[in-house]
């Protein structure tokens, strides 16, 4: 299968807008604060600036020239340095393909140098998953929430 990431432009945003409602709809299984609007949505207020600020990127991810996902990382460069995996969604029919792992490390090879992700430990795939496509060494950083961060290095 080839997996390719395509940069989503302005008028593909109402696209990932429909995907991001998938995400955070699988999301809200695990996540008591992921409630539905009144117009039955959920709100993610980050989408607009993934179009109009210059250190966040929004890519489609493609399965054999089919839309599979998406996937959306921010520079932290004023903070610390790194791009940081903001939001990575694989289409349930995608997963366990290995379409995830092939966009993750393209992903990464987008912005060599430091990365730092994190996942949250009731989302037993992304443990997994994360752990795995993350380049050793790696650090995990442990947060307060129940929640992981992992920080690695790209060459």
């Given at each position: 299968?080839?997996?390719?990431?395509?940069?989503?432009?302005?008028?593909?945003?109402?696209?990932?807008?429909?995907?991001v409602q998938l995400y955070l709809y699988d999301f809200s299984e695990i996540r008591d604060d992921l409630k539905l609007s009144p117009h039955g949505t959920f709100i993610y207020r980050y989408l607009d600036t993934y179009f109009t600020e210059p250190d966040r990127e929004a890519y489609f991810i493609m399965a054999d020239a089919e839309l599979a996902g998406f996937a959306m990382v921010r520079s932290d460069v004023d903070d610390d340095g790194s791009?940081?995996?903001?939001?990575?969604?694989?289409a349930r029919q995608y997963r366990r393909r290995?379409?995830?792992?092939?966009?993750?490390?393209?992903?990464?090879?987008?912005?060599?140098?430091?990365?730092?992700?994190t996942f949250d430990h009731a989302n037993k795939p992304a443990v997994v998953f994360w752990r795995s496509v993350a380049t050793e060494p790696y650090i995990e950083i442990g947060l307060p929430d129940d929640r992981t961060r992992?920080?690695?290095?790209v060459e």
């Amino acid at each position: 299968m080839t997996v390719e990431l395509t940069p989503v432009a302005e008028p593909d945003k109402p696209v990932l807008a429909n995907l991001v409602q998938l995400y955070l709809y699988d999301f809200s299984e695990i996540r008591d604060d992921l409630k539905l609007s009144p117009h039955g949505t959920f709100i993610y207020r980050y989408l607009d600036t993934y179009f109009t600020e210059p250190d966040r990127e929004a890519y489609f991810i493609m399965a054999d020239a089919e839309l599979a996902g998406f996937a959306m990382v921010r520079s932290d460069v004023d903070d610390d340095g790194s791009w940081n995996v903001a939001e990575f969604f694989v289409a349930r029919q995608y997963r366990r393909r290995g379409v995830a792992t092939e966009a993750a490390r393209s992903l990464f090879a987008l912005h060599p140098g430091e990365w730092t992700l994190t996942f949250d430990h009731a989302n037993k795939p992304a443990v997994v998953f994360w752990r795995s496509v993350a380049t050793e060494p790696y650090i995990e950083i442990g947060l307060p929430d129940d929640r992981t961060r992992l920080r690695f290095l790209v060459e």
